[in-house]
């Protein structure tokens, strides 16, 4: 299983193509770091067992953490008689603290019609946002020329649909984020353009306001010429965004870009984290400490069959704790036998959660990795 979560998760990270915005201090160095940083281990307690998904169900990219215990994820089941075909893709979250149990997030609950679910999804601690592509059950019954287009779907976080809001940007949703204000944060590009855009939304899909250009750590300095372009063609992946202190992180994989942070205002921040030779960033892993847990990998060399990944692919290996504030490396987690670092949710009061999904009877397990002794 652990196997078939890596490559859902790899895969859909490699077709990604959106540029994120520019930000000062672009192109962090690779450093030699001098002693090698500690490394914990993780132990393992008895699996819980948290509720029963659709049979042929897979865990799919990307996890999220709510600071009231649950893990929100993207599933997806495959068709019976190819085994690759999602017939359903749904939303749900796990409580992983006293009784584990899982909720649904189901897009069919909205009334739209010809629904596509894609992995852009998000969590705070009041309300997830899903985007999807779909039509009205007007626009199917009386416009046949009408192709699908896009809405954000928003749930509480016990699952019942709250409304949708139809997203009218002429560019395809690629991530999203939730302020605490309720403004979302929708990031995307057009392939004509090949420029970033970066726009916040109201909760009714109307257009706040265009990030771009970006602001500096000083609110008023705007990037301007080569320090902008610069920027702006460095950057060419589709960027993972986590809730921090009231603010959002957006991390790039496969590169050693720093972190970005951004807030409601658009004044954008960077950390550049201290990255040993030859290690890029992979994916954030959401934690409610205080410090930033990343999955950090390599691209595979010709001839190289590590973990199963083709040469010239990106391969997520290890686990790195850094400073938020100097983008110091602290120490390594080893996330123990039988576990890769992709497969680990989040981190919850010290606990390393992961989850598993056994396709064959829907069974949905939770494991806790605290560090060894």
Same mark, same amino acid.
């Given at each position: 299983?652990? /196997?078939?979560?890596? *490559?859902?998760?790899?895969? /859909?990270?490699?077709?990604?193509?959106?540029?994120?915005?520019?930000?000062?201090?672009?192109?962090?160095?690779?450093?030699?770091?001098?002693?090698?940083?500690?490394?914990?281990?993780?132990?393992?307690?008895?699996?819980?067992?948290?509720?029963?998904?659709?049979?042929?169900?897979?865990?799919?990219?990307?996890?999220?953490?709510?600071? @009231?215990?649950t893990v929100l994820f993207l599933a997806n089941t495959l068709s019976q008689t190819t085994g690759v075909i999602p017939l359903v893709s749904a939303v749900y979250s796990v409580k992983t603290g006293g009784r584990p149990n899982s909720i649904r997030?189901?897009?069919? /609950?909205?009334? @739209?019609?010809?629904?596509?679910?894609?992995?852009?999804?998000?969590?705070?601690?009041?309300?997830?946002?899903?985007?999807?592509?779909?039509?009205?059950?007007?626009? #199917?019954?009386?416009?046949k020329n009408r192709k699908p287009h896009q809405f954000l779907l928003f749930f509480d976080t016990k699952g019942a649909f709250l409304h949708s809001a139809a997203v009218d940007l002429p560019f395809p949703v690629a991530a999203i984020g939730l302020?605490?204000? !309720?403004?979302?944060?929708?990031?995307?590009?057009?392939?004509?353009?090949?420029?970033?855009?970066?726009?916040?939304?109201?909760?009714? !899909?109307?257009?706040?306001? +265009?990030?771009?250009? &970006?602001?500096?750590?000083?609110?008023?300095?705007?990037?301007?010429?080569?320090?902008?372009? #610069?920027?702006?063609? *460095?950057?060419?992946?589709?960027?993972?965004?986590?809730?921090?202190? !009231?603010?959002?992180?957006?991390?790039?994989?496969?590169? *050693?870009?720093?972190?970005?942070?951004?807030? #409601?205002?658009?004044?954008?921040?960077?950390? #550049?984290?201290?990255?040993?030779?030859?290690?890029?960033?992979?994916?954030?892993?959401?934690?409610?400490?205080?410090?930033?847990?990343?999955?950090?990998?390599?691209?595979?060399?010709?001839?190289?069959?590590?973990?199963?990944?083709?040469?010239?692919?990106?391969?997520? +290996?290890?686990? &790195?704790?850094?400073?938020?504030?100097?983008?110091?490396?602290?120490?390594?987690? +080893?996330?123990?036998?039988?576990?890769?670092?992709?497969?680990?949710?989040?981190?919850?009061?010290?606990?390393?959660?992961?989850?598993?999904?056994?396709?064959?009877?829907?069974?949905?397990?939770?494991?806790?990795?605290?560090?060894?002794?």
């Open positions: 299983m652990a /196997a078939q979560r890596l *490559s859902l998760v790899f895969w /859909a990270l490699v077709a990604s193509c959106v540029a994120p915005p520019a930000v000062p201090s672009l192109g962090a160095q690779s450093l030699e770091i001098s002693p090698e940083p500690p490394t914990i281990h993780l132990d393992y307690g008895k699996p819980q067992p948290a509720g029963l998904l659709l049979l042929g169900t897979a865990i799919a990219f990307p996890f999220l953490c709510g600071s @009231l215990g997030y189901d897009p069919n /609950a909205s009334g @739209l019609r010809q629904i596509h679910t894609s992995s852009q999804i998000f969590a705070s601690d009041s309300r997830v946002v899903l985007s999807v592509t779909a039509l009205t059950a007007d626009e #199917e019954l009386n416009d302020f605490e204000s !309720g403004e979302v944060l929708v990031v995307g590009s057009t392939m004509i353009e090949r420029r970033q855009h970066w726009i916040v939304l109201d909760e009714d !899909g109307s257009v706040r306001r +265009d990030l771009m250009p &970006a602001r500096d750590d000083s609110g008023d300095k705007k990037l301007e010429g080569k320090e902008l372009s #610069e920027a702006w063609t *460095s950057m060419t992946g589709v960027p993972q965004v986590l809730q921090y202190r !009231g603010h959002l992180l957006l991390l790039e994989m496969n590169t *050693s870009h720093p972190i970005v942070e951004i807030n #409601e205002r658009g004044v954008m921040k960077s950390t #550049e984290l201290k990255l040993a030779k030859g290690e890029t960033l992979g994916e954030f892993i959401p934690s409610d400490g205080r410090t930033w847990k990343v999955i950090l990998g390599h691209t595979a060399k010709e001839g190289s069959t590590e973990n199963g990944t083709p040469a010239g692919m990106f391969d997520m +290996d290890k686990i &790195a704790e850094f400073d938020p504030n100097t983008g110091e490396l602290l120490r390594y987690v +080893d996330p123990g036998k039988d576990h890769y670092p992709i497969s680990l949710a989040c981190e919850q009061d010290g606990a390393f959660i992961a989850l598993k999904t056994n396709p064959k009877d829907g069974s949905l397990t939770i494991e806790r990795g605290t560090p060894a002794q």
